[in-house]
């Protein structure tokens, strides 16, 4: 009986150092980190074939947060004008100091409709806006990705002037 008293007084003794553990653990992760800026710095077309056109696609990558974030993969979705124009992704690694940025080149890919819709839309616009999302992915970090969501004005044409009086 003495032994069973032991076996149980041992659980609880590891519960309770595992629990410290999983509340320390939980506590060194510190504040929520915020989402980090994406913005389009260029975009390099590639090769075409007759269905699909592929891009080069830099982005940068701005970190608010006080800690460096290393950034082991992205995808993102880039809208022009408020119409899909290429979707991407990559494995590569690049880490973004804190308080700081870098950039980081990505493959992406567009459909002859994609196109089709941003030569429809050009008629109507006032200007040239992009929206980039997506996630990026983290190493060392819980959650190990964090979604990010970016809207630009790149060019805003000039209005037209109203038709003269007779």
Known sequence: MQGFSCLRRSTRRLLALSLA???GGCASLGRVLEPPEVSVVNLTPEAASGFEQRFQVELRIANPNERALEVT???FELDVNGERLA???TGESVTVPRLGDA???VPATTTVMDVL???LAMPNATGV???VRGRVFLAGFFPPSIDFDR???LVRLP???PPAKP
Request: charged share 30%; hydrophobic share 25%; net charge positive.
């Open 103 to 105: 950039t980081l080149t």
């Open 21 to 23: 553990g999983v509340l």
């Open 129 to 131: 806006t992009y929206r």
């Open 117 to 119: 819709r941003q030569v």
């Open 73 to 75: 993969g992205l995808r």
């Open 159 to 161: 209005a037209s002037p």
């Open 151 to 153: 809207e630009d004005e």
């Open 87 to 89: 979707r991407g992704q």
